[in-house]
């Protein structure tokens, strides 16, 4: 799937009434995001700052008042699958149709009579890649069946509502970050969230126009170990916000950290998931003031900073991961860090327009000569957030 979002819209369009064999009520979109700063934040109430890929998952769907779901997707091989609303049931669903069913259940759930939809997809949002497919998917559907059911309900409801979709129905415990971002992010501008209440900002972040770039490396590796890892962190962050007395470790302040963690006495790796998640959330702080007073450049550092404290505290890197930003730092990028949940996914590299070249040519032959699988680099400009494309 490629070309601008009015051939997109028709291509997935006509696909639709090929397989349906009639034409689609409307055809919506929703992207993928990278994380700029803010990394393991979100499940404790903290601060986070995506931004929206131009990558994104393109739905046509036709409304149904008969209790039918039908979905398709062109990226996964198979015939279209047909549920009743009425027996969808969190856990009873291995496949990708999770996603898209686990909206539709979460929102009837909430009281909304939504009664059923014919669903068509295409995704250029790489799967696994830590740039929120996922989240994409779930969105896309949510502004459809919002639009075509007259909801009303508004971006961060909607985002809400496809969390609950992967957190029970799915059964993957996601934080808000990657729904919020795919539903409320606008082009040019970088979102600064704040998990807590959903309260949000649009920070200007258009590097192009200062003669940056920012590259986003995916290493094309998924280590089979990392949900395992991600509930252990989670767990970890609840412990020290209990062993602290607090709701969640959001409400460590900065400035108070020493005194907390020396409170935590000999618990040796909560206190490092408690300095993780606490300079975190001051980083995002940096980086917005950073951003609004117009010093983008200075941002850099304090990328690599969040990255030492997920390699080294919160130990969520990989070799890949590491190298990608080691690798730019040498080649000369004002910063770079690991984004994503870890052990695998993508990278980010902030950098002058003019060293692109040089930056990538030299990750991609770090990794042959590590010998490890070709990255995919690509250049991310901050794009918009859900929307209806006709
Ligand atoms: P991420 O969100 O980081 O890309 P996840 O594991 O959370 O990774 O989500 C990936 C899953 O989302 C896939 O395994 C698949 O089930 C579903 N998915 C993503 N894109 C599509 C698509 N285009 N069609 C069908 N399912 C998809
Ligand atoms: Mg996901």
């Known amino acids: 799937m490629s070309g601008s979002s009015e051939t997109v819209a028709r291509s997935v369009a006509e696909r639709f009434e090929q397989l349906y064999g009639a034409a689609p009520d409307g055809v919506w979109a929703a992207p993928g995001r990278v994380n700029l700063i803010g990394e393991h ?59 898209p069913a686990g909206v539709l259940w979460a929102l009837r759930e909430a009281g909304h009579a939504v009664t059923g939809a014919d669903i068509h997809l295409a ?26 059911f007259g909801l009303g309900l508004r971006g961060w409801q909607l985002a809400r509502l496809c969390q609950r979709a992967e957190n029970v129905y799915v059964g993957a415990p996601v934080g808000i970050m990657d729904q919020t971002a795919s539903a409320c992010c606008e082009a040019g501008h970088a979102l600064f969230l704040d998990t807590r209440d959903l309260s949000q900002r649009q920070i200007p972040f258009d590097l192009a126009a200062e003669g940056m770039r920012l590259l986003v490396v995916d290493t094309r590796v998924k280590h089979s170990h990392s949900e395992g890892e991600y509930g252990k962190r989670r767990a970890g ?41 606490v ?61 994503g949940g870890g052990f695998g996914g993508s990278a980010i590299v902030l950098a002058e327009e003019t060293d692109v070249p040089a930056i990538t040519k030299a990750v991609e032959e770090a990794f042959a000569a590590a010998g490890f699988k070709a990255p995919r680099v690509f250049e991310a400009v901050p794009g918009a957030g859900a929307r209806r494309l006709r």
Do not use: Q
């Open 123 to 148: 995704s250029t949002v790489p799967a696994g890649a830590g740039l929120s497919s996922s989240a994409a998917l779930e969105v896309v559907v949510a502004l459809a069946l919002n639009d075509l």
């Open 237 to 277: 962050c609840e412990k020290g916000a209990a062993l602290l007395g607090v709701d969640a470790l959001r409400d460590v302040r900065y400035e108070e950290l020493d005194a907390a963690l020396r409170r935590l006495g000999d618990e040796e790796e909560v206190r490092r998931l408690v300095r993780h998640v």
């Open 41 to 99: 934040t979100d499940y404790n109430d903290g601060f986070v700052m995506p931004f929206a890929l131009p990558h994104t998952a393109v739905a046509a769907v036709a409304r149904r008042d008969d209790g039918v779901l039908r979905l398709h997707s062109a990226d996964v091989e198979g015939p279209v699958v047909e549920l009743r609303t009425d027996a969808l049931a969190p856990g009873s669903d291995k496949r990708w149709t999770a996603y």
């Open 279 to 339: 300079t975190e959330d001051e980083r995002v702080e940096r980086v917005v003031a950073l951003l609004e007073s117009g010093d983008t450049r200075a941002i850099g550092p304090v990328l690599v900073e969040g990255h030492a404290s997920l390699r080294d505290d919160f130990r969520i890197s990989c070799p890949e991961l590491d190298l990608v930003v080691d690798t730019a730092l040498g080649a000369g990028a004002l910063g770079a860090r690991m984004t």
